[in-house]
Each structure stands twice: as structure tokens, then as C-alpha cells.
């Protein structure tokens, strides 16, 4: 049996478990690692070579921060001065705004830390707003805008950089760079429709989905030291809290350094100035969200070098008439692959994957190259439907969800964002 089928047959029992929940996330992406190591697929080292990546590292940097911020009050005082703005008065309305905001910061920030600097302000509203405005319904929106607006422009997100980079060294004609806004065109539909998707029915599925979830699954976690009332804060503290969090933001903005280094900066100042005690940080960082990340790598690094993801797309393909199919059905099922694998593999070794095949197609049928290699793209930042797809929504998993809750919610508006890049990309990039 080939190394491409013992790898998809390995993805698709990871995916059975992921479903059933039995074994946790995490365990299942390692076990998954595990049988693809012993059987040569990948090297032993790629189990937890993930373990030292850029991600990791932004996630336990940007969580400390945003630990500190609870611990010195910094979250609780914003959700004060938000709920002074009116807009907790009514949650669908908030959870409508924030995903409009994390979508735009993750336009020019890293989403992962967007999103770790909004859960503990989620978290502040929520128990300002004396329970109109719940955690449960909050976080999730937020991890998924967080995801959406990392495609909104070229630096949004790494992935991105790297599929332009793809393209304009493939040396086949019609081929170059990305301009800057240009993945945004297909995008912002996207992050409208997920804005109205969460003000409208999305809102009313969340109520139904969460129903049994803990309304505040948070406070499990910032409990102990890192729960002081703000005004019990020495002022000194709070100073510094807001420092290293401006130092993050404005670290990851002009990208002064590597934005992995910047967040364990930001992380070290918290620590060292003693805004979270160093037990507190260890005992409620979320090593469940690191751990999955970690062990989720050997996953992809499966799909991408047994040639198996390239083996799903192209066998897809192929279904709908492969290169002598309608051009515009073919960049479609080009978007819906991307989508569907973009929920399971990381995005980074999706793009890899899926660009190459996108443009072979597109100039096999006489198509834009351009619009195939951007709507491809796109495609493969839509991963709203799982945890493990992307980081910033694996971060969410802090709120206490199950896996079934992201399939739920998530998959309606992966849905609804297939049909937008598919029908909104041979218009504004023209097919």
C-alpha cells in the first residue's frame, strides 16, 4: 500500500476520533503521529518538531499576555468601558461587532494574538454584563472573525506570503505576486457574510448548540492569583500589563522582530515585573490549545510529503471532469477542496499542496491562472468548521467547547463562504 493511502486512511480514523471524543485532541493528532512515524511516512522528529514553531510560540507568548491583562484588571476595566458604550445591553449585537473588529485587527496583526488579547476582554464583558453577555457565545464567533480577517490582506497571515511566493516563482505565464489587498477582494464577503451569519441565525444555532455548556467555562481557568479585583491592582502593575501588551501589538504591526520572539518578550515582561505570578502562568495557561498545535503538525506533514493531501484534491477534481471540465465548476471544486482540507491540515503546507495543482488546472483549461492561485487561496484560510484547522480557532477551545460545537456552528458559514469565494473570484479576478 502506497505511503499517500496509509496516510489518508491514518487522516480519516484521526477525524473518526476528533468526532467520537472520546480521546482527547491532542492525544489523537499524537497517536496520529505516532502510526505515521512507525511507518516511515514521516520522520520520528516531526512528531514533535512543532513543538519550537513560530505558532506555538505566539500562542504561549499571547496568552500569557493576555493573562497578565486579567490578572492586572486591564480586561475587566475594558469590559466596563464597553458596557458603558450600550453594547452589552444586547449580546447579538456585541458578538456581531466583535467579529467585525478581530476580523479587522487580523488584517495586520497576527490573529492568534488577536484573539488571545480578546479572550480575557470577553471574559471582563461577560462579567460586567451581569450574564446578558455570555463567554460561550462570545469566544467562538471571535476565534472564527479571527480566522477570517487573517485572509483579508497579504500580511494577514504567513501562509499567504508564502502562496504568492509560489506563484510568482512558478515561471508559468500569467503568473506573479500577490498585490496587497487583492486576497481581500474575495474575503470580505466572506467576513460580512460570518458578521450577518452571527447577527442573524448563526446567533440562534449558538443558543441551541451551547445550550449545555458552562456559561462561563473562563473562570475554571483565571482562577486563584490571577483573580484580583482591579482596584486592588497597584497602579504600577496595570502600567506595565498595558506596556507589554502595546509592546506586542506594535511588535507584531512594524514587525520589529520575529513576532514568535516579540509575544515571549511581551510574555517575559509580564513575568519578570511579577503582573502573573509564574505558578499562576503555568497552572492556567491552556496547554491544551499548545499541545494540539504541537502534535496537529505531524498531521499535515503526513498529507503534504506522502503526496496524499495533493491525492484527495486531485482525486476531487477529477470527479468533475478534471481539466476539460467548465472552468468555473473547476475553480469551485479548486475553493471547496481547499476548504474542506484547510479544516484538518495546517494552512501552510495546504498552500504548498493545493497551488501548484490550482494553477495546472487553471492553464490546462485556458483559465486565469491569477484567479485560480487567488481564490485557492482564500479558500485555504477557511478553516471554521474544526479545532485544529487554525490557530486562532484552536485558541477557543479555552471556552470549554467540544468538537462537535465547531462542526455546528462552523460548518454553515464554511459553507456559505465556498459559495461567496466560488461565485464572488471569477468576477473580481476574472476567470
Known sequence: MSPAILTIIIFFL????????????????????IALALLEIIDYVDIYSNMGTQVVAIVIGTSMVGLGLE????????????????????????????????????????????????????????????????????LLAA?????????????????????????????????????FLEVGYSMLPVVILMALYFATFGYNLQQRVLADLPDNP????????????????????KAVALAAALFMVVGFAFNLFDIGAVSLMAAAIMLVCGVIPWKAALRDMDWNTVLVLAFSAALAAGLNESGGGAMIAQGIVSLFGGADANPAVLLFVCVAVGAVLTNFMGNAALVI???????????????????????????????????????????????????????????????????????????????
Not at 473562563?218 to 502593575?237: F, N
Open 143 to 179: 476565534g472564527l472573525g479571527s480566522a477570517a480577517g487573517g485572509g483579508l490582506t497579504l500580511v494577514g497571515t504567513a501562509p499567504i506570503v508564502t502562496a504568492s511566493s509560489i506563484v510568482e516563482n512558478s515561471g508559468l505565464p500569467g503568473t506573479r505576486a500577490f498585490t
Open 353 to 431: 499542496a493545493m497551488i501548484p495543482i490550482s494553477l495546472e488546472v487553471a492553464l490546462t483549461c485556458g483559465a486565469n491562472p491569477m484567479c485560480f492561485a487567488l481564490a485557492t487561496t482564500v479558500s485555504c484560510m477557511l478553516a471554521f468548521s474544526t479545532p485544529i484547522g487554525t490557530a486562532c480557532v484552536t485558541q477557543t477551545l479555552v471556552g470549554g467547547y467540544r468538537y462537535h460545537d465547531f462542526v455546528k456552528i462552523g460548518l454553515p458559514i464554511n459553507i456559505l463562504a465556498i459559495l461567496a469565494v466560488g461565485l464572488v473570484s471569477p468576477i473580481v479576478y476574472g476567470l
Open 218 to 237: 473562563l473562570d475554571a481557568l483565571m482562577s486563584g492569583e490571577t483573580e484580583q479585583a482591579s482596584t486592588a491592582v497597584p497602579v504600577w502593575k
Open 71 to 138: 490578572s492586572a484588571g486591564i480586561s475587566d476595566m475594558v469590559g466596563s468601558a464597553l458596557r458603558r458604550t450600550g453594547i452589552a445591553k444586547n449580546e447579538r449585537l456585541f458578538i456581531t461587532i466583535i467579529v467585525l473588529v478581530t476580523a479587522l485587527l487580523s488584517a495586520f496583526l497576527s490573529n492568534s494574538a488577536v484573539i488571545a488579547m480578546f479572550i480575557p476582554i470577553i471574559q471582563g464583558m461577560s462579567k460586567k454584563s451581569q450574564g446578558i453577555v455570555k463567554q460561550k457565545h462570545a
Open 14 to 33: 484521526c477525524i473518526l476520533s476528533f468526532i467520537w471524543e472520546k480521546i482527547p485532541l491532542a492525544v489523537t493528532c499524537l497517536l496520529g503521529g
